[in-house]
Nanobody, 122 residues
Framework: QVRLVESGGGLVQPGGSLKLSCAASGNIFSIFLMGWYRQAPGNQRELVAQIIGSDTTNYADSVKGRSTISRDISKNTVTLEMNSLKPEDTAVYYC????????????????WGQGTQVTVSS
């Protein structure tokens, strides 16, 4: 019904920057929020950042001050820019969205992308 496709992962040197993008498509009436989670080997999936509407944001303490999440509501896309990357930022990053579907008003459905690997290493 809804597909989230991430792009922008890869290998980055410590101190570098990256930009992750996610596009949602499918049977979408509206998107309440979009965000990014990450999961490192042996760890639980954790919130990185999320955005509600176009400007209400929430960041994990570990990335606050060096990350920016933004959203293009008209295109159903979300972007995460991270600077001053550290080896501990290495993880699979997942796009996430809470969506109202066409024909199903009043209910929010949660969707995940397939994930994109980010490796911070010299």
């Amino acid at each position: 019904q809804v597909r989230l496709v991430e792009s922008g992962g890869g290998l980055v040197q410590p101190g570098g920057s990256l930009k992750l993008s996610c596009a949602a498509s499918g049977n979408i009436f509206s998107i309440f929020l979009m965000g990014w989670y990450r999961q490192a080997p042996g760890n639980q999936r954790e919130l990185v950042a999320q955005i509600i509407g176009s400007d209400t944001t929430n960041y994990a303490d570990s990335v606050k001050g060096r990350s920016t999440i933004s959203r293009d509501i008209s295109k159903n896309t979300v972007t995460l820019e991270m600077n001053s990357l550290k080896p501990e930022d290495t993880a699979v990053y997942y796009c996430y969205a809470e969506v109202t579907l066409l024909g199903r008003p009043g209910s929010l459905y949660k969707y995940w992308g397939q994930g994109t690997q980010v490796t911070v290493s010299s």
